[in-house]
């Protein structure tokens, strides 16, 4: 998945689902309501919040946090089986939105080429952007960090046996590494 791609999924999976079916007339419902002005003003507050909101609604019902979370295990194993049924998926949701609103897709878009031209002028500081945030997943989550790493490894090795279908090295970055 190239760099391009990431960053819009991120940006995606970043977005709260239920802003692209909510009644924008109801205040900070809509993706363009006040709470989306918030949110691109200070989007590690939104993030805050929405974790609190999903702590408080476990903390009120386990159950259906718990189905909700075996439901996301059960999603990324699909995933993981067939990555290309779910990038697929991905891409057909991103359309949806894009052609729902596409003031914010542009949006999305515009933020992505500024932050390809940023690491492109100073790709030490993505790199280290990106090694932080490495460490900060798997400081939180050390299990996902250790499947993510497992992944890379094959990777590594699948490149390694057959580098015909691994992407080459850039001469400009040896840091970086093959990409899936």
């Not at 609190?52 to 903390?59: G, L, P, T, V």
């Not at 909700?68 to 290309?84: G, N, S, T, V």
């Amino acid at each position: 998945m190239n760099m391009r791609t990431m960053i819009l999924a991120g940006a995606l999976l970043a977005m709260p689902f239920t802003g692209f079916t909510a009644d924008a007339t109801q205040p900070g419902a809509g993706p363009q309501g006040p709470r989306h002005a918030v949110c691109k003003d200070d989007p590690a507050k939104c993030r805050q919040e929405r974790q609190a909101q999903r702590e408080k609604m476990c903390a009120e019902n386990p159950e259906r946090c718990k189905e909700m979370k075996a439901k996301m295990e059960e999603r990324r194993a699909q995933c993981q089986a067939d990555p290309a049924k779910c990038q697929q998926e991905r891409k057909a949701q991103r359309e949806k939105m894009c052609a729902e609103n596409p003031e914010r897709c542009k949006e999305a878009k515009a933020k992505m080429e500024e932050r390809r031209a940023q690491c492109q002028a100073d790709p030490a500081k993505c790199r280290e952007e990106r090694k932080a945030q490495r460490e900060k997943m798997c400081a939180e989550n050390p299990e996902r960090c250790k499947e993510a790493k497992a992944r890379m490894e094959e990777r590594r090795a699948h490149c390694k046996a057959d580098p015909s279908k691994c992407r080459p090295q850039s001469p400009a970055a040896p840091a970086a590494q093959p990409r899936t």
